[in-house]
């Protein structure tokens, strides 16, 4: 199966940047900076984003940390 990228997830999921701030208790320029690589996701935020979105941690394709 091919990877899809964290912003793919989680419009495949049907949910906006500021949806799914609200459903993981973060802010939505968390979710920005995840999507982007500003920010490295941690490993529980990339289990609750996968519950969320229905798709597992092997099929998240996550940025590149940007610097």
């Known amino acids: 199966m091919a990877k899809i990228t964290f912003q793919?997830?989680?419009?495949?999921?049907?949910l906006t940047q500021e949806a799914l701030a609200k459903e993981?208790?973060?802010s939505r320029s968390t979710v920005n900076d995840w999507e982007t690589g500003k920010r490295e996701i941690k490993t529980a935020y990339l289990y609750l984003f996968?519950?969320?979105?229905?798709?597992?941690?092997?099929?998240?394709?996550?940025?590149?940390?940007?610097?």
């Open 50 to 67: 996968c519950r969320i979105t229905g798709f597992t941690e092997s099929d998240i394709l996550l940025p590149e940390r940007s610097t």
């Open 24 to 26: 993981m208790g973060v």
């Open 8 to 14: 793919a997830a989680r419009v495949n999921a049907g």
